[in-house]
């Protein structure tokens, strides 16, 4: 496949590293524009910009299948993105950064448009970024949440904590509920596919799959009995914190926003129904004794600097914050977070790599999430109609992953080595990102 990036910015680098060894990639960008991780991929480097209809004959846009737009300019993004559709058949990828440019321009090619002047996927980072810190707080304890099958079905992921009943078992005699697997564990930033042999330890981060009623008996059985989520602060009223903010808020939580600036915080007392907005610096140790903010049981930094989201997740969790949420701008200090003890740090990057993976994916094989900083992915399998009943111990996958979850139709299934898959189902799998290539292509048209 042919692929052109136009920005050659960080999140450039990482679309780029994600695709060039399977792809034909090429960069766009101003020379000086280009970082340097660039120097360490084989991808072919055009210096200009890419609205530019030169630019973009020099790139070979009629044979290109995919472009995407990722520079720090929303109003270049869009230009490039109408132009390449001017000019050729290829799929078009937008990144922007204002919510009014999401909702106007996702025009869809139907009756009411007879026209190719459209963009096939506007991505804003923002809004990926909320959804997942949404589905963080609204389960106490756990570090990453994902659902699946119209929420019938979900990933979570707990820390085993010192005086877990589960400290020192293997996983076979752990009693956890029906419908409920362990698909992985990350131990020393490590992770890996269990087994039945496999002993859990203090500190393992261990990740679950399974329907989403079984998976709440069993975090109110080993994680968090009977405590809920009740108390949110978030620090910084930006467009994150304000989109989190509206969407809590339908949860009738009580919330409490700490922003800097007073004409932001007019603006959102104006957005805001139910929130407490604060007018302080979420670093002021002060104002967070003051306001309690560490008694709350989900303190969230969302600030655009990632020096001050760390400043202000530190302080909380010396003065005792059972959860803090952390946004990072930098892919690169996701690792240094949660090594000085953030419990979670998350960034809107890895979401966009995400979208644009089954945005401009031409098999039978979609990626519905990624955790643990992209070590495990979670892959959603369509079995053709040809394909041959089998079950499960009888199917010798060429690398380690557990089948979590099989959608048959309406029916959600938390399988067993005796279930069958059949032709039609949908067939959730987890593994390691080293050995989804692998996965995918023994599944890729795979027959009975």
């Known amino acids: ?113 007879n026209s190719d002047f459209y963009i096939d996927n506007v991505i804003w980072p923002e809004e990926l970024l909320t959804q997942e810190i949404f589905r963080i707080i609204t389960v106490a304890k756990a570090l990453d949440v994902e659902n699946f099958a119209d929420d019938r079905a979900r990933l979570l992921e707990y820390k085993i904590p010192k005086y877990s ?33 496999t002993t859990l330890l203090e500190e393992d981060k261990v990740i679950f799959m399974g329907l989403s009623h079984s998976l709440n008996i069993l975090a109110g059985k080993f994680f968090h009995e009977k405590e809920f989520v009740q108390y949110v602060t978030i620090i910084g009223g930006g467009n994150v914190g304000l989109k989190l903010a509206k969407t809590l808020e339908n949860l009738n939580l009580k919330l409490k926003i700490i922003e800097r600036d007073e004409d932001r915080c007019n603006y959102l007392s104006e957005e805001l129904n139910n929130a407490l907005i604060i007018n302080g610096d979420g670093t002021d140790l002060e104002l967070l004794n003051e306001e309690d903010i560490a008694a709350s049981d989900v303190i969230v930094s969302v600030t655009n600097n990632d020096e001050k989201n760390l400043l202000c997740s530190l302080l909380l969790k010396h003065l005792g914050a059972k959860k803090v949420i952390s946004r990072v701008s930098k892919d690169t200090n996701i690792m240094l977070f949660e090594q000085v003890g953030i419990d979670i740090a998350i960034s809107s990057k890895t979401a966009s790599i995400n979208e644009i993976k089954n945005s401009i994916r031409d098999t039978n094989i979609g990626i519905l999430a990624t955790v643990e900083q992209g070590q495990g992915e979670v892959l959603n399998i369509e079995l053709p109609s040809d394909f041959e009943t089998k079950r499960l111990m009888d199917i010798k996958l060429p690398a380690k992953a557990i089948i979590g979850v099989i959608q048959r139709k309406n029916r959600i299934i938390i399988p067993n080595g005796a279930t069958e898959i059949r032709s039609e189902d949908n067939v959730i799998i987890f593994t390691t990102s080293s050995n989804a290539p692998i996965l995918k292509r023994f599944f890729e048209g795979v027959k009975g």
């Open 1 to 113: 496949m042919k692929i052109i990036i136009f920005g050659a910015n960080e999140i450039g680098f990482m679309i780029a590293a994600e695709f060039y060894t399977d792809n034909d990639i090429t960069v766009i960008d101003e020379e000086r524009n280009k970082i340097d991780s660039f120097n360490k991929l084989d991808v072919g480097f055009i210096s200009g910009n890419a609205s530019s209809i030169d630019v973009l004959k020099q790139a070979d846009i009629k044979n290109t299948d995919v472009f995407i737009a990722c520079t720090d300019s929303d109003e270049l993004n869009i230009v490039s993105c109408l132009t390449v559709k001017r000019l050729s058949k290829a799929k078009t990828l937008c990144f922007v950064r204002k919510e009014e440019y999401k909702s106007s321009l996702g025009i869809a090619k139907d009756a009411d448009y």
């Open 165 to 197: 009943p589960i400290v020192n078992t293997q996983v076979k005699h752990c009693e956890f509920p029906k419908d409920t697997l362990i698909v992985g564990i990350t131990r020393e930033g490590e992770l890996f596919i269990p087994n039945g042999e």
